[in-house]
């Protein structure tokens, strides 16, 4: 015969709180001080979301950031934390968000997010400057450049309207227009400065793909000549 016996009300919950997952917790560590920068908070078209920097100062200049997106009293941290704050800027739609974040003397790079289940998380498995850098150097015309300082990609104004200023009619909330930038230490004697300024490419946010678009060429090609002379 068998017999069935219920396990105690303390056990019970026990293994309940056993099996289920552990709740993480909603905001930075307390030793990370919310910046009263104004310029450092950006807040989404809807209204929704509100973008929040905190900073920890470890002395002996190990300063880290972290950038948190708030929604109501939920809050998401956007990976990753990084050494300096950071500029924001919202598809129009409110459901894309890219960070402009500089890791160096006029070097920066992009961080792609988009929300889920109604929260922003990272949209791409790397950086979307990683990404923008790997394509510049898959085309023929510029694989072989190579830069040395003041590596930037840029995110160009425009995703509120979907870059209407430069002539355009592409869908709304699809696309994003980001420029490269950088230098050389190698250049003739008569040269002060030799590198790429502002060569642009477009990322389709429904393919997460890149390409040129033909009004772009002429000052691409400029771009991977440009030098300052003595």
Same mark, same amino acid.
């Given at each position: 015969?068998?017999?069935?016996?219920?396990?105690?009300?303390?056990?019970?919950?026990?293994?309940?709180?056993?099996?289920?997952?552990?709740?993480?917790?909603?905001?930075?560590?307390?030793?990370?001080?919310?910046?009263?920068?104004?310029?450092?908070?950006?807040?989404?078209?809807?209204?929704?979301?509100?973008?929040?920097?905190?900073?920890?100062?470890?002395?002996?200049?190990?300063?880290?950031?972290?950038?948190?997106?708030?929604?109501?009293?939920?809050?998401?941290? #956007?990976?990753? =934390?990084?050494?300096?704050?950071?500029?924001?800027?919202?598809?129009?739609?409110?459901?894309?968000?890219?960070?402009?974040?500089?890791?160096?003397?006029?070097?920066?790079?992009?961080? @792609?997010?988009?929300?889920?289940?109604?929260?922003?998380?990272?949209?791409?498995?790397?950086?979307?400057?990683?990404?923008?850098?790997?394509?510049?150097?898959?085309?023929?015309?510029?694989?072989?450049?190579?830069?040395?300082?003041?590596?930037?990609?840029?995110?160009?104004?425009?995703?509120?309207?979907?870059?209407?200023?430069?002539?355009?009619?592409?869908?709304?909330?699809?696309? @994003?227009?980001?420029?490269?930038?950088? =230098?050389?230490?190698?250049?003739?004697?008569?040269?002060?400065?030799?590198?790429?300024?502002?060569?642009?490419?477009?990322?389709?946010?429904?393919?997460?793909?890149?390409?040129?678009?033909?009004?772009?060429?002429?000052?691409?090609? =400029?771009? #991977?000549?440009?030098?300052?002379?003595?």
């Amino acid at each position: 015969m068998t017999v069935f016996c219920r396990p105690a009300p303390w056990l019970a919950l026990a293994m309940m709180l056993g099996a289920a997952p552990a709740l993480a917790a909603s905001g930075p560590p307390p030793d990370y001080i919310l910046t009263d920068n104004a310029d450092l908070a950006f807040t989404s078209p809807d209204g929704a979301t509100r973008i929040e920097q905190y900073m920890k100062d470890g002395g002996n200049f190990d300063v880290k950031w972290q950038a948190w997106a708030r929604r109501g009293e939920q809050m998401t941290e #956007l990976k990753p =934390e990084q050494g300096y704050g950071a500029g924001f800027r919202f598809s129009a739609d409110s459901q894309w968000l890219v960070r402009m974040q500089k890791t160096g003397s006029g070097e920066q790079d992009l961080f @792609l997010y988009h929300v889920e289940n109604g929260a922003f998380i990272s949209a791409t498995k790397t950086s979307l400057s990683d990404l923008a850098w790997a394509y510049f150097h898959s085309r023929p015309d510029t694989k072989r450049m190579k830069l040395d300082y003041h590596i930037s990609a840029n995110l160009m104004k425009g995703t509120e309207d979907a870059y209407r200023r430069l002539g355009v009619d592409w869908p709304a909330n699809r696309y @994003l227009v980001i420029s490269l930038s950088g =230098e050389m230490d190698k250049h003739p004697k008569n040269v002060a400065v030799k590198g790429l300024a502002n060569w642009r490419c477009r990322y389709d946010l429904s393919t997460g793909s890149f390409d040129v678009p033909a009004m772009f060429a002429k000052g691409n090609a =400029e771009a #991977l000549n440009w030098e300052i002379r003595r």
